[in-house]
């Protein structure tokens, strides 16, 4: 996790690092240890970064956060931005040795300043076309570099619009992935929108990032997966120049290929599907709140731990996925292994306990209903998710208690 707290926190070193350079030794300020990158120790990267700082428009940092101030879209499990709420002594909580930890240290190793800074300016590129400028949706998407995940995600997205009874019938299902950077006027049409300036004027920019993500085997690592290393749901709204944006799921290459290499392929598609679908359902069906700064990590957690339970009810039932308890268990572990311990984050998605627990209470919900196959209609889930939260995320450190999945499904059975 080190190595993706290094790659959120360059943001904040990067104009510092490019006002501050000095002719004599342009690259001796010295980074915050928590920000593990390597030194710039060659000539090579230097000028590196000397291309990158030229191919930037003035006051980037600016206009970047700008742009993506405008929108609220559920962004995925590695948003860290710190902010007071949660006391994180409480609970028992670590993810420094869980397998997808050390496969996003495995994706970052070696990087210097200058991976560090293309991430930083031009890492949102994948992301923002796929949104807002990708037309190949729903049965012209594809999923996967290759397309290895198409029929898993596009099956799953069509019986989700089944299961639960949300109108998904303008929502669209779209793929990220890295091969956006190779062509230039994709890149470039991302750039207008995030920069501004003409197509022709970003064409410089997009040849310069084909140019080294071809390149740099620190950028297209596993297919530069740590470019699309997210999925996430969008709420419909007015997007200027662009017009109207519809209801959106994202899903990006990489987080599946990451769960695919830690052993979760067969199932992981499906449960982070599902996952957003179910930020779908709380969109539709006003579920989100607004609250105070301070409010906004343990807010966060609540409708993430529900969009778990809302993944692991459909997935788990005898008239949506129906996986069996062998399958079941492997969702659950997709889960703990995203669960974050960013107690402080306005991100926070729960600790890993906590997504555990939220999934088995989803699961054995599931079960109750197997004899009659009934579905809950997603407000009487609702209903009974709320009911279920406080003791979901009840602090766990000092006795590390056991998730009771003790509870009364009556009303749900009928």
Known sequence: MRKIKMLLGVCTLSASLFVSCSKENPYEEELN????????????????????????????????????GQFRFIDGQFTNQVKAAIDGDQYECSTDDL?????????????????ALVYTFYGDIPTYYALFLDEDVNKRAYFGPNGEYTNQVQRTFKDLSRFWDINAGDMELTGMHFDTYLDLEKSAKTLQLLYGGTIEENMETAEFLKEITEEYETLNRENGAIFTFNAFAFKGQEVSPLGFIPDKIVMGDGIMQGMDAIGFGDVAAQAILAHEFGHQIQYDNGYFVDVDPEDEPEATRRTELMADAYAAYYLTHKRGATMNWKRVKKFMEVFYNIGDCGFTSSGHHGTPNQRMAAAKWAYELAQRAHKKGHILSSQEFYELFEEKLPELVAPDAEENLAISTENRFTEAEK
């Open 33 to 68: 240890p928590q920000y593990a990158v390597t030194e710039i120790d060659t000539v090579e990267q230097s000028e590196l970064i000397e291309r990158l700082r030229a191919t930037l428009p003035e006051n980037a940092e600016e206009k970047l956060r700008d742009f993506s």
């Open 99 to 115: 397998p997808l930890t050390e496969y996003t240290g495995y994706l970052t190793e070696g990087w210097s300043l200058f991976e």
